[in-house]
């Protein structure tokens, strides 16, 4: 009997919370039902930050390339001169150049000085004594000599060729020591002097180094370069 009372009061309890607040529970479910539907079409999606994009590299300069600038076509022509030539030097000089067949770009030119040096032999006392002098050189292999006619102080003395410079009149000097010769000396000529100057146009790499080298058997003359005439 007590378990049927329970049961009918909690019967009762239901029936009255029902008739109670049943509206309003049902009501608060229809309610949720109700909601309107999401617009799906007006959701918009926050685009995710993009990656900061890496700091570009600095770009290399360009390599610089010389370019090479066109020559004047008004550029003067270069010449070089090697003197000053006479006597025996001069034949020597002549020989070789010749020998190198250079055609047009090789010239000579004459410059003449009041002031000298010789290497000479001392005047003889008479035109035999000089004449046996020049012999006795030529029996040496000197061949480059002249026995001097003027009249005066210098009257048959033997000249052995003339110099613009004492120092290549020196040289001069040694080699004919070298061949024999032992009364020659180098003293200063007074007089109008003549020497042959060689003249090279435009010459290139090559042929500057093969004039140098060929200098080096005639030290005291002198080689330069010089505008073209």
């Not at 004594?129 to 009257?155: C, M, P, T």
């Not at 033997?158 to 410079?165: A, D, E, N, P, Q």
């Not at 200098?215 to 002198?222: I, L, M, T, V």
């Amino acid at each position: 009997m007590r378990i049927l009372f329970w049961l009918l009061l909690l019967a009762n309890l239901l029936l009255f919370s029902y008739a109670r607040w049943g509206d309003a529970l049902t009501g608060a479910q229809g309610d949720l039902q109700a909601q309107p539907p999401l617009n799906a079409d007006k959701i918009k999606v926050a685009p995710t930050p993009a990656a900061s994009p890496a700091p570009a590299q600095a770009a290399k300069p360009a390599p610089v390339i010389a370019v090479a600038q066109p020559v004047p076509a008004d550029t003067p022509d270069v010449c070089m001169e090697w003197g000053e030539f006479s006597g025996d030097d001069l034949a020597r000089i002549t020989t070789a150049l010749t020998a190198m067949k250079l055609g047009d770009q090789l010239t000579q030119h004459e410059v003449e000085q009041d002031t000298g040096y010789w290497v000479y032999m001392p005047p003889q006392r008479n035109h035999a004594r000089a004449k046996k002098k020049a012999s006795e050189l030529k029996a040496l292999g000197v061949n480059d000599y002249f026995i001097v006619q003027e009249s005066g102080k210098w009257h048959n003395a033997i000249s052995l060729g003339v110099f613009r410079t004492r120092q290549a009149a020196q040289n001069h000097l040694d080699g004919l020591h070298k061949q024999g010769v032992r009364t020659a000396r180098v003293g200063e000529r007074q007089a109008k002097l003549k020497f042959t100057v060689f003249v090279f146009r435009n010459p290139d790499n090559a042929l500057t180094a093969r004039i140098v080298a060929l200098q080096k058997g005639f030290p005291g003359s002198e080689l330069k370069a010089a505008p073209c005439s």
